[in-house]
């Protein structure tokens, strides 16, 4: 995949910036007027996005089991993102995991800066998304990881402290790609396919791409101006985000206005991705969506990436393919297809969007 070797400018860590006490964000993090989030029409306050108890769905009650499926067959095609409690993952895994990585964020910089990424792979430790000279800087920091394929896994570039890290890392990612293996079940039957079908275009159980992104937003003196991440539709399959229960910063837009997500306790949010929408050539939809930043409050969230192994062509499954309904979307590699994010930085849902028209 080519990209380039390394970021080509010199790359300031968000949480230093706070840390040296600066009063006013450094112009590359100011959004345009039109892109801030005090200029954005919000939905009301009471919205939020639907929420589904999952404890029946692998109940001994076919008719209990359909409605949970129905309920995020709903989801899917009218939100693209929904709230999922009683999941099974256990919340004390949850809640050790996030604190861990807090931990880590407020390590000396020094002991962060050993895991500096670059553009080539984006793993470790990061503070930009886009390799383009020039492009608008999220208020943010993160540290990105491999988990499957386990070609791809190395344990040696996860954090050796806080000492409980890669342990820590390894249970919840465990946990977390049995839930997602779960949900693309429900996903493939709810597309009316054989249950498997969706897991296996993506490369089956051990072939199958899962990634953790850890996302750190500092406390912003100027939040009206900027954004922990710009607006954007994640480009792979699936994500499974355990986010900050004690402040709101996910947005959603849907009917053409901003719904903050108000988190609930030991729930994980689910929204669908890009290559999602390609196979099910858009009776699925991914979603765009952003993260505001806070005066008063630093975030930490864990966002898990459910995709494509790298090489695998994506393109509309056949099943779905009618005169009435030809395919939306050329054959690519998810290699091919986030080359553009990681280049671009976020875009909204521009990329996904071009190959429809293009096709």
């Keep these: 995949m ?7 400018e010199p790359v300031a860590r968000v949480q230093h910036l706070l840390d040296s006490g600066l009063l006013e ?3 590359c993090y100011v959004k345009k007027p039109s892109e801030r989030p005090s200029f954005t029409e919000y939905a009301t306050s009471d919205m939020n996005i639907p929420v589904i108890d999952l404890q029946d769905l692998f109940s001994d009650d076919n008719s209990l089991r359909q409605t949970t499926n129905n309920l995020v067959a709903s989801a899917c095609r009218e939100w693209g993102f929904f709230q999922v409690v009683n999941h099974g993952i256990s919340h004390q895994l949850m809640a050790a995991t996030q604190e861990v990585w807090r931990e880590f964020f407020h390590l000396p910089l020094e002991e962060k800066q050993k895991y500096a990424n670059s553009p080539i792979t984006y793993e470790g430790y990061g503070s930009r998304l886009g390799a383009e ?26 954090p050796k402290i806080p000492v409980s890290c890669r342990e820590l890392v390894e249970k919840y990612s465990e946990e977390v790609v049995k839930l997602g293996g779960k949900l693309m079940k429900v996903f493939s039957k709810n597309l009316g396919l054989k249950e498997n079908y969706l897991e296996e275009a993506f490369g089956g159980k051990e072939n199958m791409g899962a990634c953790l992104r850890v996302n750190y937003y500092p406390k912003c003196p100027q939040p009206g101006l900027t954004l922990g991440i710009s607006p954007h539709s994640d480009p792979g399959g699936m994500t499974l985000l355990f986010p900050d229960e004690k402040v709101s910063g996910l947005q959603v837009h849907h009917k053409n206005k901003w719904i903050t997500v108000k988190p609930l306790p030991k729930a994980f949010i689910v929204n669908l991705g890009d290559q999602l929408q390609v196979l099910s050539n858009a009776k699925y939809r991914s979603v765009e ?10 975030r930490v969230s864990l966002a898990y990436f459910y995709n494509p192994r790298g090489d695998i062509p994506i393109k509309p499954v056949e099943e779905l393919i009618t005169e009435d309904n ?6 690519m590699t998810f290699n091919e297809y986030r080359l553009y994010i990681r280049t671009r930085g976020p875009c909204g849902k521009a990329q996904v969007e071009s190959l429809k028209s293009s096709h």
Excluded: T
Excluded at 2 to 8: D, T, V
Excluded at 326 to 331: F, G, I, M, R
């Design 289 to 298: 969506h952003r993260v505001i930043v806070n005066a008063e409050k630093e």
């Design 326 to 331: 030809p395919p939306l979307y050329p054959c």
């Design 133 to 158: 000279k020039g492009v608008s800087l999220d208020w943010s920091d993160y540290f990105f990881l491999h988990y499957l394929p386990i070609s791809l896994r190395d344990e040696d570039k996860w």
């Design 2 to 8: 080519s990209c380039l070797q390394s970021w080509p």
């Design 25 to 27: 964000i450094p112009e």
